[in-house]
């Protein structure tokens, strides 16, 4: 079993910036990949940003130049620093892991983290 432990959520103002944080624990051979989603009241689960295992990076539209993803690929950690936040940008932010528990697997492992509330008001 893998586990995701999220940290960083927080009420900030609008302008401001916050650092989400996630580490994932337990069986991993390899992480293929690594995400943000979020949701906001009564709105579906968008992605925000995902990190390959070769570094590769992919943005939604409405986070480009604000948010930056980055891994620590010893700490099986990635991050999410948000920047220039908007009242828009508020939500619950999930991590999400895709990863393989052993070397014979041809298909990955999907696990997600229990969400971290981010609130952008003055």
């Known amino acids: 079993q893998v586990q995701l432990v999220e940290s960083g959520g927080g009420l900030v103002q609008p302008g401001g910036s916050l650092r989400l944080s996630c580490a994932a624990s337990?069986?991993?051979?390899?992480?293929?990949?690594m995400g943000w989603y979020r949701q906001a009241p009564g709105k579906q689960r968008e992605l925000v940003a995902t990190?390959?295992?070769?570094?590769?990076?992919n943005y939604a539209d409405s986070v480009k130049g604000r948010f930056t993803i980055s891994r620590d690929y010893a700490k099986n950690t990635v991050f999410l620093q948000m920047n220039t936040l908007r009242s828009e940008d508020t939500a619950v932010y999930y991590c999400?892991?895709?990863?393989?528990?052993?070397?014979?697997?041809?298909?990955?492992?999907?696990?997600w983290g229990q969400g971290t509330l981010v609130t952008v008001s003055s």
């Open positions: 999400n892991c895709y990863y393989r528990d052993n070397p014979y697997r041809t298909v990955g492992l999907t696990v």
């Open positions: 337990g069986r991993i051979f390899s992480i293929n990949a």
């Open positions: 990190i390959s295992s070769g570094s590769n990076t």
